[in-house]
């Protein structure tokens, strides 16, 4: 059971791009669908769980988790809807090169062998991806890549703070990570739609609240999903099977007109896959920990 939970969260979350895409064409915005999903998961843990305001009002190292939080939904979210679906969710997972440097800077882990390979295979990989197809060095061609490479960077920050403030209270911790999810998303939103880059939230009908009230739902079930399945197994375990969100999205993807696959996506998407799952199994080998944070953990 705890591993068809973790895979139901890698499906739902796997398939979001395509329902952010759907509310996009009807005129909302994906950061303003991220608001509205976190919203529902802010106000249940704020009703229940009042005292953690407290605490997550007066411990600064959350905020910068809520930072991250927020920076890694907003650019996943905002990245899947707007460019190549495969693409965007390879270079989101090169979060095992950010987090071996982040984990080096903020907690002080040394650099193991296993650690380098893993860099140099996720440095590959995403040279692979990037590479444009008339040669020339390897740089983001979109937006959308743009936004996945820095959503992945903001993943690993979260994940390495998520860490660090592991002492902390898993409501507090969580209200971080919802308030992310509304406050950072929403401001960012807010910014733009003031610049005229975004429109600001509308739906055609009130019919559409009946799906995104539905999507809500949905990817809070997928993170109790999540929770119940990194609860009872170990942590790299966990990240093995988180995997499976990836060809989720990418033969989702490819069906439904999301994204394309060439040669050089799928020697690049290797590497980076296998620097990810060398990251898991690097974790077997070292004492038992928090679970990592997926895109889904920011619904905590």
Same mark, same amino acid.
């Given at each position: 059971?705890?591993? #068809?939970?973790?895979?139901?969260?890698? #499906?739902?979350?796997?398939?979001?791009?395509?329902?952010?895409?759907?509310?996009?064409?009807?005129?909302?915005?994906?950061?303003?669908?991220?608001?509205?999903?976190?919203?529902?998961?802010?106000?249940?843990?704020?009703?229940?769980?009042?005292?953690?305001?407290?605490?997550?009002?007066?411990?600064?190292?959350?905020?910068?988790?809520?930072?991250?939080?927020?920076?890694?939904?907003?650019?996943?979210?905002?990245?899947?809807?707007?460019?190549?679906?495969?693409?965007?969710?390879?270079?989101?997972?090169?979060?095992?090169?950010?987090?071996?440097? =982040?984990?080096?800077?903020?907690?002080?882990?040394?650099?193991?062998?296993?650690?380098?390979?893993?860099?140099?295979?996720?440095?590959?990989?995403?040279?692979?991806?990037?590479?444009?197809?008339?040669?020339? =060095?390897?740089?983001?061609?979109?937006?959308?890549?743009?936004?996945?490479?820095?959503?992945?960077?903001?993943?690993?920050?979260?994940?390495?703070?998520?860490?660090?403030?592991?002492?902390?209270?898993?409501?507090?911790?969580?209200?971080?990570?919802?308030?992310?999810?509304?406050?950072?998303?929403?401001?960012?939103?807010?910014?733009?739609?003031?610049?005229?880059?975004?429109?600001?939230?509308?739906?055609?009908?009130?019919?559409?609240?009946?799906?995104?009230?539905?999507?809500?739902?949905?990817?809070?079930?997928?993170?109790?999903? %999540?929770?119940?399945?990194?609860?009872?197994?170990?942590?790299?375990?966990?990240?093995?099977?988180?995997?499976?969100?990836?060809?989720?999205?990418?033969?989702?993807?490819?069906? %439904?007109?999301?994204?394309?696959?060439?040669?050089?996506?799928?020697?690049?998407?290797?590497?980076?896959?296998?620097?990810?799952?060398?990251?898991?199994?690097?974790?077997?080998?070292?004492?038992?920990?928090?679970?990592?944070?997926?895109?889904?953990?920011?619904?905590?």
């Amino acid at each position: 059971m705890p591993v #068809l939970a973790l895979m139901f969260n890698a #499906l739902v979350w796997g398939l979001s791009w395509w329902p952010f895409r759907q509310f996009q064409a009807a005129g909302l915005h994906p950061l303003w669908t991220t608001v509205c999903l976190y919203l529902l998961s802010l106000l249940a843990v704020s009703f229940s769980q009042r005292q953690a305001w407290r605490e997550f009002l007066g411990t600064p190292s959350l905020w910068l988790v809520m930072l991250a939080a927020g920076l890694t939904n907003t650019a996943f979210n905002w990245g899947v809807a707007l460019g190549d679906v495969l693409r965007v969710v390879l270079l989101f997972y090169l979060m095992p090169l950010w987090a071996v440097l =982040l984990a080096r800077l903020i907690l002080g882990e040394r650099l193991t062998l296993l650690a380098g390979l893993r860099m140099a295979l996720a440095l590959g990989g995403a040279a692979f991806v990037l590479a444009p197809e008339g040669g020339g =060095l390897p740089w983001p061609r979109s937006l959308a890549d743009g936004l996945g490479l820095f959503g992945g960077f903001c993943f690993a920050l979260n994940n390495v703070m998520l860490r660090r403030e592991a002492a902390r209270g898993a409501h507090a911790r969580a209200l971080a990570m919802f308030s992310g999810g509304v406050f950072v998303a929403g401001g960012a939103a807010a910014a733009m739609a003031g610049a005229g880059l975004v429109a600001w939230p509308a739906l055609p009908h009130v019919g559409w609240l009946l799906p995104l009230a539905g999507m809500a739902v949905l990817f809070c079930l997928s993170n109790l999903s %999540l929770q119940y399945g990194a609860g009872r197994l170990p942590a790299n375990v966990t990240a093995i099977v988180m995997l499976i969100e990836v060809p989720v999205a990418a033969l989702s993807a490819l069906w %439904l007109g999301g994204g394309q696959l060439d040669f050089k996506t799928a020697v690049g998407g290797a590497c980076i896959l296998a620097a990810a799952l060398l990251s898991a199994l690097e974790r077997s080998q070292k004492p038992a920990q928090q679970a990592p944070a997926s895109p889904a953990t920011m619904q905590a």
